[in-house]
């Protein structure tokens, strides 16, 4: 089966994952995409730690690289010398995509502004992503994911109500670029279908974290408050989590709570309490929500996770396991539909990675191969769609060109 988007060229010239985890996806879907990196290599590939977490990996290789730079092909080129220039110009004619994480002030030294590319290939659909957004005050300013964590908002979205701001685990806003900085690709080449008009597409870190807080946003601009941040012992008990015999955690979703109040009860073997006066109103049961919870953490450590799922499957009552990324290999579910898949690495040899999580009926997607070597690529790139001779591409060797 064919993939979505086989035919499309893209070249890469970004750093770190908000941008060029964009370019991976997109190759996931079958495009081919040029990673172009410096002579000495895309940062990535030396970053073996973030703050005290290891990120190195088996043949030299680190884990941030694996995921930024999967499905792409690796050509180095000194874009700090016009010859290096020329050269990503002859590839940016016959180029569908091209996208640039780095600054403002990198991108015109080296001569690689949509303007000036757009001469070059009308038809280029330019992508630019930047840390705060191309306007205002900052729009120079650098920042990585943990600003657009705190920026955003997000910070404050986490944790329980006394607590201070809480930082989440990082990469998950450069993912949440990565996954805009693709929709807005496909979006624009899709445009480009029906108009034959190129142009240039431009996000941030700020606005993908605030737009996957879109429904925080919203309520503080229309509701004018804050979402709580939610406080297990007081928040509602049929919209929580609580902690197993087996010290493992189960979250519930009981929506609309009146439908479901009375099953809950009876699932958690004190059908008494549909009726009790104390309880037998929404209002009622918001109002002693503390009590609640109280009474139901006193249940819910009485049998294992499992045992609990069981019963609540039975009454088709919407709850699932809290699980550690560890334990995700074993959840069936998860690998039934590919949301963890195999994937044979060339120095790893057979591991598990993230699946693509969408299912095509008449196509593919997915990783195809591991993020490259540094310049593993170069030869061919500049062969086949540069169309350059060996002769030629020996003299930028030479150079230190290539």
């Not at 030299?60 to 050509?75: H, M, Q, V, W």
């Not at 195809?368 to 930028?396: D, N, Q, R, W």
Request: charged content about 25%.
């Amino acid at each position: 089966m064919e993939r979505p988007l086989e035919g499309i060229l893209a070249i890469d010239c970004g750093l770190y994952h908000a941008g060029p985890g964009g370019l991976a996806i997109l190759g996931d879907l079958g495009a081919e995409v040029i990673k172009v990196e410096q002579p000495g290599g895309e940062p990535l590939r030396e970053m073996k730690y973030v703050g005290n977490v290891p990120l190195e990996l088996p043949g030299g290789r680190t884990l941030f690289n694996e995921g930024a730079n999967r499905n792409k092909k690796s050509i180095t080129i000194d874009l700090k010398t016009n010859k290096g220039q020329e050269i990503l110009y002859r590839l940016v004619r016959g180029t569908d995509v091209f996208m640039t994480n780095m600054r403002r002030q990198a991108v015109e030294q080296m001569n690689l502004t949509y303007p000036q590319l757009k001469t070059l290939n009308q038809r280029l659909i330019y992508a630019s992503v930047s840390a705060f957004g191309p306007k205002g005050p900052d729009r120079d300013k650098g920042g990585f994911d943990y600003q657009g964590q705190a920026r955003s908002g997000l910070m404050y979205s986490m944790g329980e109500a006394d607590m201070p701001p809480v930082v989440c685990q990082f990469g998950l806003i450069d993912q949440v670029t990565a996954i805009m900085v693709s929709h807005q690709i496909i979006t624009a080449l899709f445009m480009r279908e029906r108009t034959g008009r190129g142009q240039e597409v431009h996000t941030s870190i700020l606005g993908s974290a605030m737009f996957l807080l879109y429904f925080n946003v919203l309520t503080a601009q229309l509701g004018k408050f804050e979402i709580p941040r939610h406080q297990r012992s007081q928040a509602h008990p049929m919209r929580n989590y609580y902690r197993c015999s087996d010290d493992r955690w189960i979250m519930l979703t009981l929506t609309p709570p009146s439908r479901h109040w009375g099953p809950f009860c009876r699932v958690m073997g004190r059908p008494d309490l549909e009726n009790d006066p104390r309880f037998d109103t929404e209002d009622k049961r918001l109002e002693k929500a503390e009590e609640l919870v109280t009474l139901f953490d006193r249940l819910f450590a009485t049998k294992t996770r499992d045992e609990w799922l069981k019963d609540f499957a039975e009454y088709d009552l919407f709850c699932a396991g809290v699980n550690n990324l560890l334990e995700l290999v074993d959840v069936i579910q998860i690998l039934e539909n590919g949301y963890l898949t195999d994937f044979e690495h060339p120095a790893m040899g057979k591991i598990k990675i993230p699946g693509y999580p969408v299912h095509f009926s008449e196509s593919l997607a997915g990783t195809t191969s591991a993020a490259p070597e540094i310049g593993e690529h170069t030869e061919e790139i500049l062969t086949k769609i540069g169309g350059y001779s060996k002769k030629e591409i020996e003299a930028f060797r030479s150079e230190g060109i290539v």
